[in-house]
């Protein structure tokens, strides 16, 4: 399948921040990727090196077997940043033709709008806009050039439900169509939404990259909380964390590991299990990669998991 983005160990740097560290990363003809990360993973970064508006320090980055700060390439795709600032006193028809006209192929205003859930409003100035409306005119403006390949930096931040709906159908409705879409999101939900694929990116690194299933699978760990002395060896704990006068135990087997404390007659109190978030699930991953098994490892935290575990 033709690749239309390419990372190939791609890092950034910005003065002392390491933001990307050798990425590889393919984006496929068809896809629609979902990028997952905490803040601060890098997701802006490579979203930035893809569409031209950052270089890497080191590595290569493609975009449509060109280079991405090639202007005739960058027509081909669009981009929604994070942060849009659309002119107040502009109708939202003149904002985009204004959008339109630097494209050789635009895409018709009218349906452009409608997809969106913004048709009846091509005479409202921007002013005029709800918060809701406003974002899911800035992700329409990223369509307007009919492009091949769309980037949308969190596309969804502030949007109420239904709003949120509305843009996720306008995405899928371009997908349907053969579109290819890079989205970024905190939320594994925004993302199952809508994508088959999810790469997970912490700290600069894609950690995982896979079925939005199998991420599903991986990120459902539990946390389980409690207070004890000490612990003995327990099986299937991926991250280890002390605070509060209480242990926390990262699993994604959490009867198992309950079932081996009780059996170990070790005194505890307090116990509370409950759904990783998914920053713990992220250094449960972490965790898992950079070790050779989670299977056999105590819970008794080693120096190396307790410095992770509080990073
Ligand atoms: N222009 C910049 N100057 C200095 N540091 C930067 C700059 N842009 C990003 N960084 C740093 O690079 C790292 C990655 O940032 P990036 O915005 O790519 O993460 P992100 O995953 O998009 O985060 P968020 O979900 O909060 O948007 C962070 O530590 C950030 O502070």
């Not at 913004?118 to 806009?129: A, E, I, K, S, Y």
């Not at 070790?291 to 935290?301: N, Y």
């Given at each position: 399948m033709t690749v239309l983005a390419r990372a190939v160990e791609a890092s950034r740097r910005y003065g002392d921040v390491l933001?990307?560290?050798r990425v590889s990363l393919d984006i496929r003809a068809g896809e629609l990727v979902g990028l997952l990360g905490p803040n601060g993973a890098g997701k802006s970064t490579l979203i930035n090196l893809f569409a031209g508006l950052r270089r890497p320090t080191s590595g290569t980055v493609e975009l449509l077997g060109g280079s991405p700060a090639d202007p005739v390439t960058r027509r081909a795709i669009g981009v929604t940043p994070q942060e849009t600032g659309l002119p107040?006193?502009?109708r939202v028809g003149e904002i985009v033709a204004f959008a339109a006209a630097h494209y050789p192929r635009p895409a018709d205003r009218d349906e452009l709008l409608a997809r969106f859930g913004?048709?009846?409003?091509?005479?409202?100035?921007?002013?005029?806009?709800s918060g809701g409306q406003r974002r899911r005119l800035a992700v329409a403006l990223a369509f307007a050039g009919d492009p091949r390949l769309v980037f949308l930096d969190?596309?969804?931040?502030?949007?109420d439900v239904e709003a949120r709906r509305a843009l996720w159908d306008g995405v899928r409705a371009f997908h349907e169509a053969g579109g290819t879409v890079l989205l970024t999101s905190h939320y594994l939900e925004e993302i199952e939404a809508l994508a088959e694929r999810v790469v997970v990116v912490g700290e600069g690194r894609v950690l995982a990259d896979d079925t939005v299933r199998a991420i599903r699978e991986t990120v459902g760990v539990r946390r389980v909380s409690l207070v004890a002395d000490d612990l003995p060896?327990?099986?299937?704990?991926?991250g280890v964390e002390r605070s509060d006068g209480r242990i926390h135990l990262v699993t994604p087997d959490s009867d198992r590991l309950v079932t081996a404390l009780v059996l170990s007659g070790v005194p505890f109190s307090g116990l509370e299990i409950r759904p990783a978030t998914l920053e713990e699930a992220f250094l449960a991953i972490t965790a898992r990669r950079t070790?050779?098994?989670?299977?056999?490892?105590?819970?008794?935290?080693s120096d190396e998991t307790k410095e992770r575990s509080h990073a």
């Open positions: 933001a990307l560290d107040e006193s502009l913004l048709d009846g409003l091509v005479r409202r100035q921007v002013g005029g806009l969190e596309p969804t931040t502030g949007l060896e327990l099986p299937g704990v991926s070790e050779p098994s989670d299977e056999t490892r105590g819970a008794g935290p």
